[in-house]
């Protein structure tokens, strides 16, 4: 079975663009998560949806928005790119929503913000 | 708040040698989940371990083990017989009960082993 897929791969966006990331699940997985993972530091969360419902949502400013789609993938859009943006973006599915299901993540895409 | 800790930031073995990755959490909650994930060079993070907060006992998996002790707060975890194919980042996580999946993460550790 396929694992989570993302894309782009990478992507360099110059300050005040906007960007679409993509993330499809594991098969009959109905969750995905997001992370943004600066250099040298550890993931931090961005938002969880379920069932095309958003659960969650991290300290990220509202230039940050995301969506699920019926077949669950998933798309993480950042309006008014700042050099700050720069990062890997992860995206992560997991069967069920709830903090006791383990979450399996995507290769990433690496956004560079010039 | 929930924080987790891992307060070694690179370590460096030989080859055959044992090394052990500590992390130390934080919560007030009573319920809760702790993971450990792989990070190599390419970037894609590998579950390795999930363990809940009611189940105290360690577990092993070949090379690897992890010792998890509720009265220090401490989910630690050791390679036997590193080998260089051990080589990437280590994340230790943790989640609570609740509607979201919200992973918080450590800063990680480097491990490096030599040949």
């Known amino acids: 079975d396929a694992g989570v897929t993302q894309s782009p791969t990478h992507l360099i966006k110059t300050r005040g663009q906007h960007v679409t990331l993509r993330c499809s699940p594991i098969?009959?997985?109905?969750?995905v998560s997001w992370y943004q993972q600066v250099l040298g530091q550890g993931p931090q969360f961005i938002f969880q949806?379920?069932?095309?419902?958003?659960?969650g949502r991290g300290n990220f400013p509202d230039r940050f928005s995301a969506r699920q789609f019926p077949n669950y993938s998933s798309e993480l859009n950042v309006n008014a790119l700042l050099l700050g943006d720069s990062a890997l973006y992860l995206c992560?599915?997991?069967?069920?929503?709830?903090?006791?299901?383990?979450?399996?993540f995507g290769p990433g895409t690496r956004l560079t913000v010039t | 708040a929930q924080k987790v800790t891992q307060a070694q930031t690179e370590i460096s073995v030989v080859e055959k040698e044992d090394v052990t990755l500590d992390c130390v959490y934080e919560?007030?909650?009573?319920?809760?989940?702790l993971f450990w994930y792989k990070q190599p060079p390419s970037g894609e993070l590998v579950f390795l371990i999930r363990?809940?907060?009611?189940?105290?006992q360690n577990e092993i998996s070949g090379r690897y083990s992890w010792n998890f002790q509720k009265s220090t707060s401490s989910f630690n975890f050791t390679i036997t017989a590193s080998q260089v194919v051990d080589s990437a980042v280590y994340f230790c996580?943790?989640?609570?009960?609740?509607?979201?999946?919200?992973?918080?993460f450590g800063q990680g550790t480097t491990l490096q082993v030599k040949p």
């Open positions: 992560a599915s997991s069967s069920r929503q709830g903090g006791s299901y383990e979450q399996y």
């Open positions: 919560t007030r909650d009573t319920t809760y989940y």
């Open positions: 996580a943790l989640s609570v009960r609740g509607n979201t999946g919200k992973l918080i």
């Open positions: 949806y379920y069932e095309k419902e958003e659960r």
């Open positions: 363990r809940n907060s009611f189940d105290e």
């Open positions: 098969s009959g997985h109905k969750s």
